[in-house]
């Protein structure tokens, strides 16, 4: 450390030492605070003095007073010891995640999965700003419609970089009630006489999958609502309306309070939808893009 460094070093020391004698009202207390001992800061002090040619402190046995001179110097050391914590503060905070992120989620799996995480996400990263938006449109991640997508199922090719974050399976549910009054499918075909509560984005006949002694076939079921998320049908079918086939992650708490029933487990194929974070990789990703994906992969995984 050259000789200028130092000396600037030595002057900042000497300011912490004054402003703390001034808040102490005494050498001893300043020593205290700063694990010195009272005639060290005593010394420093004398030194501060004599550098400037005055008098800073009025000194008896019973206190000590600031003078005119330590009043505006007291002033000055404050003002420059505030900047200089601000200032490595600043220089601290140069590698940590900061800015607007933008994150795409589906409906259902954003309110219930996504969310409920995004509290969390804010207190461990306070310098992002997070933009969540939820859709079950697909968004334009390399269009720079958000900089976060999380997608279900297969993903398409295309340059973006994706990183799995989990997967979900199916089932078949119903209310209680609705069961009461239409009776329990016990094979896949009782869904013939039953109303079918299924997605309208997925093909002009609706089909469900099945397996029967490990053959998996489809069947065509038929009702009397669609609609573009989980979380309704799993709404719909709480209400006693009809069966829905939905992702287990939308139901869960559902099946749990006896508010919905698990049909035809037996005939279940195991077919799973996989969840993965898509976002524009390469050496240029901003961290806190990188900070989120990780985040969505330790909490959701």
């Not at 079950?136 to 390399?142: L, R």
Request: aromatic fraction near 6%; hydrophobic fraction near 45%; glycine fraction near 10%.
């Amino acid at each position: 450390m050259d000789a200028q460094m130092v000396a600037a070093t030595d002057r900042a020391r000497a300011l912490e030492v004054f402003a703390a004698v001034a808040a102490a009202g005494s050498f001893s207390g300043a020593g205290r605070a700063l694990d010195l001992t009272p005639s060290a800061v005593g010394r420093t002090i004398d030194r501060i003095e004599a550098r400037l040619g005055v008098r800073l402190l009025l000194r008896t046995t019973r206190a000590l007073t600031l003078t005119a001179e330590g009043q505006a110097y007291l002033g000055a050391a404050r003002r420059i010891l505030t900047d200089l914590d601000d200032a490595e503060q600043a220089i601290a905070d140069q590698g940590a995640p900061r800015g607007r992120l933008r994150v795409s989620a589906s409906l259902s799996h954003g309110r219930l999965c996504v969310v409920p995480l995004l509290g969390a996400f804010v207190q461990r990263h306070p310098h992002i700003l997070l933009d969540i938006n939820l859709t079950d449109a697909v968004v334009d991640i390399a269009g720079g419609q958000a900089d976060v997508g999380v997608r279900f199922g297969p993903l398409t090719d295309s340059p973006l970089t994706a990183r799995k974050l989990g997967e979900t399976g199916r089932v078949i549910v119903a209310s209680p009630d609705y069961l009461a009054q239409h009776g329990t499918p016990k094979v896949p075909e009782d869904l013939h006489r039953h109303n079918c509560l299924s997605f309208n984005f997925r093909r002009a006949e609706p089909i469900w999958p099945f397996r029967r002694d490990g053959q998996e076939y489809v069947l065509s079921v038929h009702g009397s609502i669609e609609a573009n998320n989980g979380e309704t049908l799993g709404q719909l079918a709480v209400a006693g309306v009809g069966v829905a086939r939905v992702g287990a992650f939308s139901v869960v708490d559902d099946i749990a309070a006896g508010r919905l029933i698990p049909l035809l487990n037996a005939y279940n194929p195991g077919d799973v939808e996989t969840i993965h974070a898509v976002f524009v990789g390469g050496s240029n990703t901003p961290a806190r893009v990188r900070a989120f994906v990780d985040f969505l992969a330790e909490r959701l995984r």
